[in-house]
């Protein structure tokens, strides 16, 4: 079992929310890191790859697409 994987069934637990839920699959996983690059990369500031993380799975939990979200970071 990876870190994030033990982490996400952790928090599950302590939650209630069902891990599948929270669980990434390979490719969001490969998105999310390349994003979170390019929000280093593009703004200078590290700190903003992790934000940015939060306002994409917000913006997901609201019912956009990861696929969609990608392409309006990466213009």
Known sequence: MTWISDL???IADATGIDARALSL???DS???LHLA???AHESGE???????CHV???AV???????DLAR????
Do not use: F, K
Not at 72 to 75: K, M, S, Y
């Open 37 to 39: 690059g390019v929000a």
């Open 25 to 27: 699959d390979a490719a």
């Open 46 to 52: 590290r700190t903003n790859a992790p934000l940015l």
């Open 72 to 75: 309006v970071v990466e213009r």
């Open 30 to 32: 490969e998105t999310l």
């Open 56 to 58: 994409l799975g917000r």
């Open 8 to 10: 996400t069934i952790r």
């Open 61 to 67: 939990a609201l019912g956009a697409s990861l696929d």
